[in-house]
C-alpha cells in the first residue's frame, strides 16, 4: 500500500522555525519526485517546494525561496521541510507529495503527483 505521511506541524511565533518530515513508502522513495504544498484558509493549494529522486535538483516557490529547505534521506524513506523565519503568511495545511520522475519544470504542477499524504497543520501566531 502507498502511504505518505506528515509530521511536525504545530504552533509557531513569526520569525521561528519548524521542520516538517513526510514518511514514504520505499517503493515511491526511490522512484520519484517529491514535493509539499500547502493550503491557507480561504486560498487555493500552491506549491512550495520539491526535491528530484536524484536529489540532483530542489525547487522553491518564490515566497519560501532562502527561508524553507528541502531534503530526502533515503536510508529513512522520508523527506523533510526546514522553515525558518517563519510568518504569520506561512500558516496552512502543509502537504507532501510524490510525481514520476521528470523535469524540474513540471515540480509546481499538483496535477502531476499521483501520491498525496493527509497533512499537517502550521500555524504561525504570536
Known amino acids: 500500500q502507498v502511504q505518505l505521511v506528515e509530521s511536525g506541524g504545530g504552533l509557531v511565533q513569526p520569525g521561528g522555525s519548524l521542520t516538517l518530515s513526510c514518511a514514504a513508502s520505499?517503493?515511491?522513495?526511490?522512484?520519484?519526485?517529491m514535493g509539499w504544498f500547502r493550503r491557507a484558509p480561504g486560498k487555493e493549494r500552491e506549491f512550495v517546494a520539491a526535491?528530484?529522486?536524484?536529489?540532483?535538483?530542489?525547487y522553491y516557490s518564490n515566497s519560501v525561496k532562502e527561508r524553507f529547505t528541502c531534503s530526502r534521506d533515503y536510508a529513512k524513506n522520508t523527506m523533510y521541510l526546514q522553515m525558518n523565519s517563519l510568518k504569520p503568511e506561512d500558516t496552512a495545511v502543509y502537504y507532501c507529495?510524490?510525481?514520476?520522475?521528470?523535469?524540474?519544470?513540471?515540480?509546481?504542477?499538483?496535477?502531476?503527483?499521483?501520491?498525496w499524504g493527509q497533512g499537517t497543520q502550521v500555524t504561525v501566531s504570536s
Open positions: 507529495a510524490a510525481k514520476s520522475a521528470g523535469h524540474s519544470g513540471s515540480y509546481p504542477y499538483a496535477i502531476l503527483y499521483d501520491y
Open positions: 520505499g517503493s515511491i522513495f526511490s522512484d520519484y519526485d
Open positions: 526535491i528530484s529522486v536524484s536529489e540532483e535538483h530542489t
